[in-house]
């Protein structure tokens, strides 16, 4: 997303050394009124000239940052995302900075970091599930002396999505075979029916034979004629009898992400009518955020 960059505020407050400096440096102005030192008072002033020159530089290290685009990617819970941020200006010297992105009555901090000149990178987890609506990206560093901390708040005002958890505990073959709770229907007898069978060796899924592997649990493909491929489908529940929203919502997102990734399209069916059947991204995206708001 791009937008104008305004005049943002920019905030400095001293880190624990530079409190240990400017309370030396009041020690130091004490001592030398009371005594009459006036070789300690220069000195003293000496330092705070340079202090001062330290928290203007400070300052500067951060006017001259220039937003240009946030790319901000929906995310399953606790799953690493990456956050893509592109500069428009950015000052001269080390690139070293904290980033944080804010919202309302949300905070979210940004790790592993890979800043460069143009653009900068970084892994964050999704807290929770729903839209997340954000309005700043908080960037903050200590550079170049680390005697005073800066801090300034860029207007992103973008949103994204936490996905409900993808679990681990489920694989491809726990609701291969069941219908309207996710099952893929029974293939009838036709034109385009299958009848040569050769053992599984890695094939796509959607080259296996379920049909078969219901009845004897042996892995094989079709071989031979085109064939139609199955369908996965889904009634999202509004009564989940006992069931805790989070564990159902997950377990079926877990299984539209698989069947995204073995090219089963799949048939998400709510309040609002069907979704599908298809089985690319934008797809896949779509019933995700269906669930993460449900």
Same mark, same amino acid.
């Given at each position: 997303?791009k ?8 905030y ?11 309370g030396?440096?009041?020690?130091? %102005?004490l001592? #030398?009124?009371?005594?009459? =030192? ?7 002033? %000496? ?10 530089q400070t300052?500067f290290?951060l006017q001259?940052?220039?937003? @240009? ?17 592109? /500069? ?5 010297g080390?690139?070293? /900075? ?6 309302k ?18 892994a964050f ?10 309005k700043?990206?908080?960037?903050s560093t ?5 005697l005073?901390?800066? /801090?300034?708040?860029?207007?992103? =005002?973008?949103?994204? %999505?936490?996905?409900p ?7 491809l ?5 069941? #219908?309207?709770?996710?099952e893929i229907p029974?293939?009838?007898?036709g ?6 069978? @050769?053992?599984y060796?890695g094939?796509?899924?959607?080259r296996?034979? /379920? ?14 004629e085109e064939?139609?491929s199955?369908?996965?489908t *889904?009634?999202?529940?509004?009564h989940?009898d006992?069931?805790e ?35 690319d991204?934008? *797809? ?5 955020r ?5």
């Amino acid at each position: 997303m791009k937008f104008l960059q305004k005049k943002n505020r920019i905030y400095i407050f001293p880190t624990k050394m530079g409190g240990y400096l400017i309370g030396l440096l009041f020690l130091m %102005f004490l001592l #030398s009124v009371g005594y009459s =030192n006036n070789l300690l008072l220069i000195f003293t002033l %000496f330092l705070f000239g340079f202090n001062l020159l330290w928290l203007i530089q400070t300052h500067f290290h951060l006017q001259v940052l220039k937003l @240009a685009s946030v790319e901000i990617p929906d995310a399953h819970m606790d799953e690493a995302a990456i956050l893509h941020i592109h /500069w428009h200006k950015t000052p001269a010297g080390p690139l070293d /900075w904290q980033l944080e992105l804010l919202g309302k009555n949300q905070k979210l901090k940004i790790e592993s970091y890979d800043h460069q000149e143009n653009s900068s990178q970084g892994a964050f987890k999704v807290p929770l599930r729903g839209r997340l609506n954000w309005k700043y990206l908080k960037v903050s560093t200590v550079l170049p002396y680390g005697l005073y901390k800066t /801090w300034v708040h860029l207007e992103v =005002n973008q949103e994204s %999505f936490g996905y409900p958890k993808v679990l681990k505990d489920i694989s491809l073959f726990d609701f291969q075979m069941n #219908s309207r709770e996710g099952e893929i229907p029974e293939e009838k007898p036709g034109p385009n029916d299958i009848r040569n069978l @050769a053992p599984y060796q890695g094939e796509e899924y959607r080259r296996i034979s /379920w049909k078969h592997y219901a009845r004897s649990g042996e892995l094989v493909v079709k071989e031979g004629e085109e064939y139609h491929s199955p369908l996965w489908t *889904h009634q999202l529940k509004t009564h989940l009898d006992g069931m805790e929203k989070e564990k159902y919502l997950s377990e079926i997102a877990t299984k539209l992400v698989h069947c995204s990734r073995h090219q089963i399209p799949f048939v998400l069916h709510t309040d609002k009518g069907p979704l599908g059947p298809a089985v690319d991204e934008a *797809h896949l995206r779509e019933c995700l955020r269906i669930l993460s708001l449900w």
